[in-house]
């Protein structure tokens, strides 16, 4: 059985408005946390199934650029020793961080794929975020990564800024494309809750976008990236033929995975693990051998639903014959009834003894989900 690593690095110069990930400015910490990290893995090698192989690696944030190369060459020895070389190892990076140095560190740390947070071309969008970065360095930092020799990269797009336009969106697209990145992720802005961003919103300093538009610069997104010959694999992200994430494919397809860090979450098949959102926390309690951390078992309606939001927002959508070998002929019978109104709609369509969303479907998959919940 294939298995994945996930690694949070919290560390971050400054926080975004719009970010709702936990993140930590306390970067003098950085170094206990290495420690901590590699002392819980070493806590945990008997959390993934027996006879697992570790086939992905991603390290994430927070802003894992912010390590030390020391820090992360021994962070990354450290792993490899414990669990071997995985196929596909990701680290996202800031665009601002990377130089013809780092990227060398990052192969020599056996990285060979970086997703980078692009998000927007436009400079003054940039700044309104709270981005370090500005357009150039997205280009000045793929042409060092591939001159080092990473040859997979994905880069995050975001539309639906306030006052945004359709044609200032397609803008974005086109230089994105011109990029010739393997992978792209794009998401509408989102108002979390807690945020600087929302509280802008609740102030009235800044408007949602209005529906309509939001769904012709998504619809705008998939038709251009079609064309420039990207597969449309799940609801927000696209590759190049063979180049899907292979991390992110085993969340979406049930891939058992460990987490470690501050907030990391944990997935077994059979129960769900977070650790504390706290670094200190987390520091102090792997130093005296505890793990952080919630856990909740799940049962055959909680298995189910996971499945909805998960399979169904890939292009394969899901596999009616594993639904019933591993939940029973009566999940797959309530998921074929309630189907039905959708499947009349257009918006889900059944074939192969697969289930999956439509073009039209897309637009309003969280309704469709919703109706497809136990």
């Not at 997205?138 to 040859?151: N, P």
């Amino acid at each position: 059985m294939n298995v994945s690593i996930y690694i949070h690095i919290p560390f971050c110069k400054s926080r975004c408005v719009y970010c709702g990930f936990y993140s930590s400015t306390l970067s003098e910490l950085r170094e206990a946390y290495v420690d901590a990290l590699c002392h819980e893995l070493t806590l945990r090698m008997d959390y993934l199934p027996a006879g697992g192989e570790v086939h992905t690696l991603y390290i994430g944030g927070g802003t894992p650029s912010q390590l030390s190369e020391g820090q992360l060459s021994r962070l990354m020895s450290f792993i490899y020793n414990k669990v071997g070389t995985p196929l596909e190892v990701t680290i996202e990076c800031n665009p601002d961080d990377v130089t013809d140095e780092f990227a060398r560190h990052l192969c020599q740390c056996g990285v060979n794929r970086v997703s980078m947070g692009a998000q927007t071309f436009d400079d003054d969008r940039l700044r309104f975020l709270g981005r370090r970065h500005d357009a150039a360095q997205v280009a000045a930092a793929m042409q060092s990564l591939r001159k080092e020799g990473i040859g997979n990269i994905s880069i995050d797009l975001m539309f639906g800024f306030p006052g945004q336009t359709l044609e200032e969106w397609t803008a974005d697209i086109r230089q994105a494309i011109a990029l010739s990145p393997e992978h792209i992720s794009a998401y509408s802005l989102m108002y979390e809750e807690g945020t600087p961003l929302y509280s802008m919103l609740e102030r009235g300093q800044v408007k949602e976008i209005d529906e309509e538009l939001s769904r012709k610069m998504y619809d705008t997104l998939c038709g251009m990236l079609y064309d420039a010959g990207y597969e449309h694999y799940e609801i927000s992200n696209f590759a190049l033929k063979g180049y899907r994430s292979r991390h992110n494919s085993g969340y979406w397809n049930g891939t058992p995975y460990l987490g470690l860090g501050a907030a990391a979450h944990s997935f077994d098949g059979e129960s769900r693990q977070w650790n504390v959102s706290d670094v200190r926390q987390y520091i102090a309690s792997i130093q005296r051998d505890e793990i952080p951390c919630e856990r909740e078992t799940l049962d055959a309606s909680t298995k189910y639903n996971d499945l909805i939001v998960t399979a169904l927002r890939t292009c394969d959508g899901i596999d009616m014959n594993r639904l019933t070998e591993d939940l029973g002929v009566e999940y797959r019978d309530y998921l074929l009834k309630n189907a039905q109104k959708n499947v009349a709609l257009g918006l889900l369509v059944i074939e192969d003894d697969h289930i999956r969303l439509t073009r039209k479907g897309l637009y309003v998959s969280d309704m469709v989900m919703e109706e497809l919940i136990f």
